[in-house]
Structure formats: structure tokens, C-alpha cells
């Protein structure tokens, strides 16, 4: 194990939001402006605030970038390792189901569409998010 990872406490904590609506995921294309990742499909995403719990982010994070009504599932749908500009990064990834309005796109992106797990995987690069994505799907 690489010893400097132990040491670090720098981690960014992140969170990630799979939004359902029937077979389909909300996938949105982080707009050219970014600093990380410009043009990446993910699903809605955002760093924790100070202080902030993890399922409070993920609420936070659904409204300002979608604007939709969910119902968020409280339990973590899956977790991973990541680096955001050459920094690690702890991403928590949460369910939800769409329930209502029309998305509303923030600066954050530029693009959405309501993908098929395996078109969301075919459009982003973040494999372990397309990975969840598909888990989000499971009976």
C-alpha cells in the first residue's frame, strides 16, 4: 500500500446522484467552463461543504444542478476512489427516483439526457460511476 495515502488528510469527499426515471439515468455533460473534467457525462455530482453530511450534500447538490423533485434513498448506493485534479477523492453515490418538474440546468452543465445505464456507460469515461449506475438498476 502506498504509505503517503495514509499520511495524506487531503481528501476531497464528493458526492454523486443516480436519478431514475423508468430505465433511464439523468446524465449531464459538465460544461466546457470547468476546471475539472470539461465536457464529461457524469451523473449530478458535487464536493461536501464544511460540516456537511454526505446525504445532506446529495439533496443539496440535486436541487441547485437539476432542480428536479426526488426522493432520495438515505442509504450510500456505492462508494469509490477517485482523484479530482491529481488530488484523491472519496466519492459516495446515492440513489434517487425522479418524481416530478423539468431539469433546469445550472452553470455546473451545459447538456443532459435520460440514458440507458449502458448508453450512460458508453458516453463517460468514469467507470466506476457507470459501474454504480448499472447497480442502481438492479432488482
Known amino acids: 500500500m502506498d504509505e503517503s495515502i ?9 458526492v454523486a446522484v443516480v436519478i431514475r426515471r423508468g430505465d433511464a439515468v439523468l446524465a449531464m455533460r459538465r460544461a ?19 460540516g456537511e453530511a454526505p446525504l ?11 432542480g428536479l423533485g426526488i426522493r432520495l434513498e438515505p442509504r450510500p448506493l456505492s462508494a469509490y476512489s477517485a482523484t ?3 488530488e484523491p477523492m472519496i466519492v ?3 440513489a434517487a427516483d425522479y418524481l416530478s ?5 445550472s452553470a ?10 449502458d448508453a450512460f456507460a458508453e458516453r463517460t469515461t468514469l467507470g466506476k460511476l457507470a ?9
Open 101 to 105: 418538474g423539468e431539469v433546469v440546468l
Open 92 to 94: 459516495i453515490v446515492y
Open 56 to 66: 445532506g450534500a446529495a439533496a443539496r447538490e440535486a436541487f441547485e444542478e437539476c
Open 108 to 117: 455546473e452543465h451545459d447538456a443532459y439526457a435520460w440514458l440507458t445505464p
Open 6 to 14: 495514509l499520511t495524506s488528510n487531503l481528501y476531497i469527499v464528493a
Open 32 to 50: 466546457k467552463t470547468k476546471d475539472a473534467g470539461p465536457g464529461l457525462w457524469e451523473t449530478l455530482s458535487g464536493r461536501l461543504e464544511p
Open 131 to 139: 459501474d454504480a449506475v448499472r447497480r442502481a438498476f438492479l432488482p
Open 84 to 86: 479530482r485534479l491529481g
